[in-house]
């Protein structure tokens, strides 16, 4: 399967998507509705992103291609990983991204770390660790002063999700719930 890039640098390019049941890509119109929301709120010129649980890294290319100085993606599956290099290379980009072959846990527990200006976080739809990713995210200080943390998650979490981060979604676009952490 392939995905469309929808704006900036990038625009209109491909990426390919793996065939695996340990992914699920965010649809254009999920991504197309996040970035129209996030243009509102961020300058994407020179930022710092991590894309954690990254898949083909479709959120954290739309940064790049929207002009994010360097991306961070988090995979830990090996097949997902090498499709992700490969979508970086297409795009000639690697020297603006860099890949952590980890959980996201182990991620999020690190210390030492850069400071980033956006988190993006798609977990897989029923994946609970995602609040202790961002509850570690939190108390280990991956974000500037004025950043977020963006969580993509299945409108049957919904409850779940508003009782462990204690916000409601700021966009629900048909099955998916957005939230923005801070």
Known sequence: MRMRLISGEF???FINVPKSDL???????VR???????????????????????????????CLSRGAAEIHFVEK???????????IASLQAED????????????????NHLKYDLIIADPPFFKDD?????KNLKANEFLNSEA??????????????ISNFEKEPFKIIGDTCLYELK
Do not use: H
């Open 96 to 111: 603006k991204c860099k890949i952590f072959k980890m959980p996201a846990i182990k991620f999020s527990s690190m210390s």
């Open 23 to 29: 992914i699920r890509p965010t649809t254009d119109r």
């Open 148 to 161: 977020s943390i963006i969580v993509e998650r299945s409108i049957q979490t919904k409850d779940k999700d």
């Open 11 to 13: 625009k209109g390019r």
């Open 130 to 134: 995602i609040y202790e990713v961002v």
């Open 77 to 87: 599956n090996f097949v997902i990983y090498k499709n992700l290099e490969q979508n």
């Open 32 to 62: 197309e509705t996040l970035f129209n929301l996030l243009i509102n709120k961020i300058d994407f010129d020179n930022i710092l992103v991590a894309d954690i649980y990254s898949g083909s890294g479709s959120l954290g290319l739309e």
